[in-house]
Every structure is written in C-alpha cells, then in structure tokens.
C-alpha cells in the first residue's frame, strides 16, 4: 500500500495550515486525517439529518451509516457484536457511567493503582466518599511497572468486585500486563474495566483475548473525531447493569399508569439526541487506522521513543518517569531535569520556549495523574523542585527531523543551564 512508502504528514491538513510545527502530544491528541475531516463534513453537507426518528431514505441512511460506524469500532477492538459498543463523550465519561451502573452487592471493593489518570480516580473516590464502595489504591514499583504480586495478594482477599487499571499509561507509556490482571481478576471472581485511552492508538487491542469485560477509550486520540468516547461492555454483563442516563430514545414507549419500557442495550445507554457527525466519522477513523496499520504505526513510534530516551539518558541531570524495559513502552516519555529550570514564575517553561525557539508542541504539567505526583514526593522518589514534567508522545506522522528538532532545542537549553547545580 502506498501509504508505507510516502509521507504521513500530507495525510494531515493540520500540517499545511502550521508548516514547520513538530507536534509530539498525541497522547493528549491525536492529528486528524483528511479521511476524517471529510467525514465530518459529509455529515453537515450531506446529511444535516436525525438519524433512527424519521421514515425518510435519508434518516435510515444515516441511520446505517451510524451502525456502521459501531460495527468498525466493535472490529478495531475485537468485540464480538458491534451491540457490545455504547457512544459516550470521552473515556472519562464511559468511566463515569460504568462506575454509576456497575452493580456492586455484596461485594463493594473497587482496585486501582497511583498511577491511574484522574477520570479512573475521582470518580472511584467519589463513590468511597458516598460509602457505594471500598476503595483499594495499589502502589506500582520504583520503575513505574505493575506490582502483580502486590495485586495477586490483594485479590487473594476474596472481596474485590471490580479492578479498574489502565491498559497503556498517559503518563510514561508503560503497558500493564493486561491478560495476566484478568486472569487473576477472574479466578477470584472480580471483573475488569481497562483505561483504554493510550493503548487503542498505539496498539492492537483484543478485547477477547486479553479476557477484558469493561474497555473505555476515546476516538480523538486514535486520529478521529472529538466529542466521542466508547463503552466497551461484555454482551454477558448488559443484563446486571443499572440504567443511568434515560429518556429520548432510550425508551420503546412511557405510559402514565405503567412502568416505562426501555430499548435493549446498547441503545438503553444513548440518551438523546447524539453527535451524529463525529459518531459517522468513526468508521473512517477506524478505517483510516486498518490502512496505515498498526505494525506500520510501531515501526515508525517505537524506534523514535528509543532514541529519545536514549538521549535523554546521556545527561545525569534528567530523571526519566518510569526508566524501565523499553520493551514495554508506548510512544511515551516523561521526564524531569534535575536543576531549577526557571527563577520565578515570570520566567518561561522549557515546555513554552521549546515552543517559542522551535515550534516544538509537547505537554508539561501532572498529565491528569495527581496522584502518582503525590505520592512520588510522600515517598522522596521526586523533588518538587525539577517540576514542571515534561512529556513527549510521538505519533506515526513523526519522524527524525522532528526528533533531531527535539534534541537540539533541549541541548540548548540544558546548555544554557549547565552551571547551575543539580538539585
């Protein structure tokens, strides 16, 4: 295919409207394809339509194409009926929602580790705080890996009903070593949701395979719409699930003096009227990911992250967050340099003057994970004082010239502080 052997970047309108920008925070945001982009906008030139309320060709055309987009997630991930897929917002909101309908009994303790992005931790501490649950929150080792001894000792306990863990870390791109988790998971009867935010843009996912019963992620970040998040729910668990959003066509009919009859799942979870564009552009996006291919995408991010950490490890005043087995990393870096960076808060960040020297776009701050920060410092495993952290998060359109901008504005900078001491 002739995409394996051209250019990525000119399959990506962004870049001919910001030329010479290298953007390295795909795992914040993931560029658009022009495929998608057409999509779009096939919907409001096309379209402009309801989809599943009217008797017209064009509603019911919409209305296939609206299928059609769930069943090419359903393929991406390997579910095994495109009804397992519900349209959310955001993976935060398909967290939001699984924890609201998840039907905890007599069995109320929930598993997560420090290092789980906020919308898989606030929102289990907001369940704790209204006592629906007890909540268990996992250290990882020094390296940033999975402690699976840790967690093997605490499902030993026979009281777990839900583990909720992310698949690929936004934070350091280690992957968790998801069949093992559901292995142990399931022989102590616990169920399993996976943060998938990370792991669906740079790897293949088998939902199946890995023994997965709950999977959330988010379309913007596998290079398509916004506004669009999945629930992935096992067919098996629809019928222990609560309702929790209702009303405009969720229902089959309401009644005054009868109770409300409500459609089967997945269609019971989508209430309202929906963002039918960006849902109908999901197909492309998954069709668009299928092309390009998720080897083709490793082959490109892979060696580029290597070499990154491999630079950043000549200098013994850079920490790099989760310095493990490269073999165990996705596309993601992380890390600290050891020295005050700026003397105040007027003074730019390394993150604004990479921008501002070389167009270089990449993320600085706590990437929504709170509390592996917190807990790092109570531990003297981080200084406050090298904040704030950086991260780079390369996507297949990257390629050595955007790598070679990268080490260059860094050199400088580090240059440019090198008699100031370590700390």
């Not at 599943?52 to 296939?64: H, N």
């Not at 987009?69 to 939001?96: K, Y």
């Not at 988010?218 to 096992?234: A, D, E, F, N, Q």
């Not at 165990?328 to 960076?341: E, L, Q, R, S, Y």
Request: glycine share 6%.
């Amino acid at each position: 295919m002739y995409y394996k052997t051209m250019d990525y970047k000119k399959l990506f309108p962004f870049y001919d409207n910001n030329p010479g920008s290298v953007y390295l925070d795909t795992a914040c945001m993931g560029l658009k394809p022009r495929k998608v982009i057409d999509s779009i906008t096939r919907y409001y030139t096309h379209y402009s339509v309801c989809a599943g309320r009217a008797p017209y060709a064009l509603s019911r055309e919409l209305s296939d194409g609206i299928e059609e987009s769930r069943s090419s997630v359903a393929s991406l991930i390997n579910a095994r009926s495109r009804r397992e897929i519900i349209f959310t917002r955001n993976t935060s909101e398909s967290i939001n929602i699984l924890a609201n309908i998840f039907p905890f009994k007599d069995r109320k303790r929930v598993i997560i580790t420090e290092k789980e992005h906020n919308s898989n931790h606030c929102v289990w501490k907001k369940l704790e705080e209204e006592k629906r649950i007890k909540l268990t929150i996992l250290d990882v080792n020094d390296d940033n890996t999975f402690n699976l001894q840790l967690f093997e000792d605490e499902m030993k306990k026979n009281d777990v009903a839900l583990v909720s863990l992310v698949h690929i870390s936004n934070l350091d791109g280690i992957e968790n070593p998801i069949k093992d988790i559901a292995e142990i998971t399931h022989r102590h009867n616990g169920l399993l949701l996976v943060d998938g935010a990370q792991s669906v843009p740079h790897a293949r996912v088998n939902v199946q395979e890995l023994g997965i019963d709950f999977f959330a992620f988010s379309m913007h970040k596998v290079y398509g719409p916004t506004g669009i998040g999945i629930l992935y729910v096992r067919n098996e668990h629809f019928r222990d699930l609560a309702l929790y959003n209702v009303g405009g066509d969720t229902i089959r009919n309401t009644y005054i003096n009868k109770k409300t009859e409500y459609r089967s799942y997945p269609y019971r979870y989508e209430a309202g009227l929906q963002d039918f564009a960006n849902i109908y552009a999901c197909k492309s996006a998954c069709e668009f990911v299928n092309e390009i291919g998720y080897e083709a995408m490793e082959e490109r991010i892979e060696p580029l992250n290597c070499e990154f950490r491999e630079f950043l490890r000549k200098f013994g005043e850079i920490q790099i967050i989760g310095d493990c087995d490269i073999s165990c990393v996705k596309g993601i870096t992380t890390f600290v340099i050891k020295k005050f960076t700026r003397l105040s808060e007027k003074n730019s960040t390394v993150g604004e003057i990479l921008d501002r020297d070389h167009r270089i776009m990449l993320r600085t701050g706590f990437f929504c994970v709170n509390p592996f920060f917190d807990n790092r410092e109570r531990k003297k495993l981080l200084n406050p004082a090298h904040y704030p952290p950086i991260r780079v998060s390369f996507g297949f359109y990257n390629d050595k010239s955007d790598l070679d901008i990268l080490k260059n504005g860094l050199t400088e900078i580090i240059d440019s502080i090198k008699d100031w001491p370590v700390i």
